[in-house]
């Protein structure tokens, strides 16, 4: 049973930091590409980033570059989303999801590619 499991939103003032993870189990396949999302109420959900497990490649949009990292946990199926200088317009739900695929752009923001979800983890940035 694949599931994907998120942990470590929660609320900051602006300008600081947060951690997120997501631990991957029980996929059927061994390349795939991580993506990272977030969601406001009422709006679509957007890519923000993403990792390729193949070439550990990754891609930010421009929202968050320079600010977010993507690394790899101690444990090779945990993947975390470090963000920095938080802005309260980055106040939304973050959900980390999975697809097959060997190569991750550049598709990668577009939501419906995606196979596998996380639950969400609330981010709450206050100016």
Not at 34 to 39: A, D, N, S
């Amino acid at each position: 049973q694949v599931q994907l499991a998120e942990s470590g939103g929660g609320s900051v003032h602006a300008g600081g930091s947060l951690k997120l993870s997501c631990v991957v189990s029980g996929l059927p396949f061994a390349d795939y590409c991580l993506g990272w999302f977030r969601q406001v109420p009422g709006m679509e959900r957007e890519g923000i980033a993403t990792l390729s497990i193949r070439d550990d490649y990754t891609y930010f949009d421009k929202s968050v570059k320079g600010r977010f990292t993507i690394s790899r946990g101690n444990a090779k199926n945990t993947i975390q989303l470090e963000m920095n200088s938080l802005k309260p317009e980055g106040t939304a739900m973050y959900y980390c999801a999975v697809r097959s695929a060997s190569s991750c752009y550049p598709q990668w923001g577009v939501e419906n590619v995606y196979d596998y979800w996380s639950q969400g983890t609330q981010v709450t940035v206050s100016s």
